[in-house]
């Protein structure tokens, strides 16, 4: 199925009007979301599935000091959200004068007007306007005033509470990546453009491909087992490296390397999906080079063994 992504808000295209879509930031496309949406889309099954979703994330422009903590970036956010049957996302550009509208605004200008949205649904929390000024209630009321259909969605629960964006950025960083994945419904993945190191992965015997977190949340700093996903879809397993490498303290931002089992080929410039299986140990300091090497084959071998790889015959 594909799905179409309408960043104008002002200028959507008459095939889009009529959905029936489902409100919020979608940080992560968890199972509470997929919940969500499901409720949603049920209570029109004769609409159109769409999203509205924001980008950046408003705490991105609110709280431009705060550590990067976003789980997934558009791209990723947009593959999940079209696994899950979504037909439309209206991915609004979330700036300081789309911060100022005010909620009735929101409702009437933007879903009403400019989506003609024929259906709309939110979790519990959600909150939008000028200051957070409109909620359920809000909405629920102005939405039946407007001849809108309107579903308000509990949250999904477990025993530990309701699922959360914030829950699962809690687990990663705590390097629990298994207990995230569990409630995201798949792999948690960071998804970057690969990019020109200084070699020493080669060096060493194990060539990476280097890639930024940029705005992905940090998890806990170690080794991982991992999956790597290439633009043309094959997919690779590999051990990578969280962290700002404390061995050879080249006082750099953290990063990603991840060394793909049995490849060999040029990845600069690709931009690849790297899925986080387990955390295998911490990130640490090794005393020297020969130290980091043979800890290095050690963590490819505990990988191929998570992963259940077997190395290729020599």
Not at 50 to 70: G, I, M, N, S
Request: hydrophobic letters at 40%; aromatic letters at 8%; charged letters at 20%.
């Amino acid at each position: 199925m594909t799905i179409s992504l309408h960043t104008n808000w002002r200028n959507i295209p008459a095939e889009a009007y009529g959905c029936a879509a489902a409100l919020g930031n979608f940080d992560g496309v968890h199972l509470g979301h997929a919940h969500l949406l499901r409720s949603v889309f049920a209570a029109r099954p004769d609409l159109p599935p769409a999203v509205v979703t924001f980008e950046p994330h408003p705490r991105e422009l609110f709280r431009p000091q705060d550590p990067p903590f976003r789980l997934t970036l558009s791209t990723e956010r947009l593959a999940a959200l079209r696994a899950l049957g979504v037909r439309h996302v209206f991915q609004i550009g979330f700036d300081k004068t789309f911060s100022e509208l005010s909620a009735e605004q929101f409702v009437q200008d933007v879903l009403h007007n400019a989506l003609r949205l024929h259906h709309v649904g939110c979790g519990p929390d959600f909150a939008f306007g000028h200051r957070r000024g409109g909620n359920v209630a809000f909405l629920a009321e102005r939405t039946h005033q407007l001849g809108m259909g309107f579903t308000a969605v509990q949250a999904l629960a477990d025993q530990g509470g309701p699922l959360s964006s914030s829950r699962i950025r809690r687990l990663l960083q705590d390097g629990y990546p298994e207990e995230a994945a569990r409630e995201l419904g798949r792999l948690w993945c960071i998804r970057g453009v690969v990019q020109h190191g200084d070699k020493r992965g080669r060096l060493l015997g194990f060539p990476t491909a280097n890639i930024p977190l940029g705005r992905h949340l940090e998890p806990a700093r170690g080794v991982y087992a991992v999956t790597i996903r290439l633009p043309d879809g094959r997919t690779h397993h590999g051990v990578a490296n969280i962290g700002r490498r404390p061995t050879i303290n080249d006082g750099q931002e953290s990063r990603l390397e991840a060394h793909l089992f049995d490849f060999e080929g040029d990845l600069y410039g690709q931009e690849l999906s790297v899925s986080l299986h387990a955390l295998l140990r911490e990130e640490k300091r090794f005393d020297g080079l020969d130290a980091l090497k043979n800890q290095i084959a050690q963590d490819a071998a505990q990988a191929r063994l998570v992963l259940d790889v077997q190395p290729t015959p020599s």
